[in-house]
């Protein structure tokens, strides 16, 4: 990142395409895009009773009755959030899915967020919300509680496991 004229650095928010002679301030972050993120929770929770156990979230359970520092199969960190779900719940399933409803929260402030950061305005934010709230997968994905492993967790930027390839020379080349 180039300096200013005067040799301070600029700040983050108000640098915009990475030039700091074309700073820019950020628009104002869209409070609508709450509302729908809070409509997407209320909708995700209002569902969550109407059908069973899904079979992970018995393994989860399971696994949270008995937590261990770590997991071949999944991260520690849903094991904990199923143990806190029945310290304070019991078995139930509202009490289990609030954890996939929130991260479905913050997926719609995050993409808010993102196309606030790109340059768009208030309606360009509440479009991205809207957009994302509504996609199929995060309304089955959020719906019921899952783990997040390396698979899922290393995303669009290096598909093909370059990363943990080479963290882990022994891990194979997916096919």
Do not use: K, N
């Not at 949270?64 to 959030?81: C, E, F, K, M």
């Not at 995050?110 to 509504?134: F, I, K, M, N, P």
């Amino acid at each position: 990142m180039s300096t200013c004229a005067d040799g301070d650095m600029p700040t983050p928010a108000t640098v915009r395409q990475g030039h700091a002679h074309d700073a820019r301030p950020l628009r104002a972050f869209d409070r609508r895009t709450l509302w729908v993120a809070a409509a997407l929770f209320a909708v995700l929770m209002a569902l969550s009773p109407l059908y069973g156990f899904h079979r992970d979230e018995l393994y989860f359970l399971d696994c949270g009755r008995r937590l261990q520092a770590s997991y071949v199969d999944q991260p520690v960190l849903t094991p904990l959030l199923a143990r806190i779900s029945l310290s304070l719940f019991g078995v139930s399933l509202p009490g289990l899915r609030p954890w996939p409803a929130l991260a479905g929260v913050a997926t719609v402030i995050v993409a808010a967020v993102t196309a606030r950061e790109v340059g768009g305005g208030r309606r360009a934010q509440l479009l991205a919300a809207v957009g994302t709230a509504t996609m199929p997968t995060l309304l089955a994905v959020d719906h019921l509680m899952g783990r997040c492993g390396p698979r899922e967790a290393r995303g669009p930027l290096e598909p093909d496991g370059r990363a943990l390839r080479r963290r882990y020379p022994g891990v194979p080349r997916r096919r």
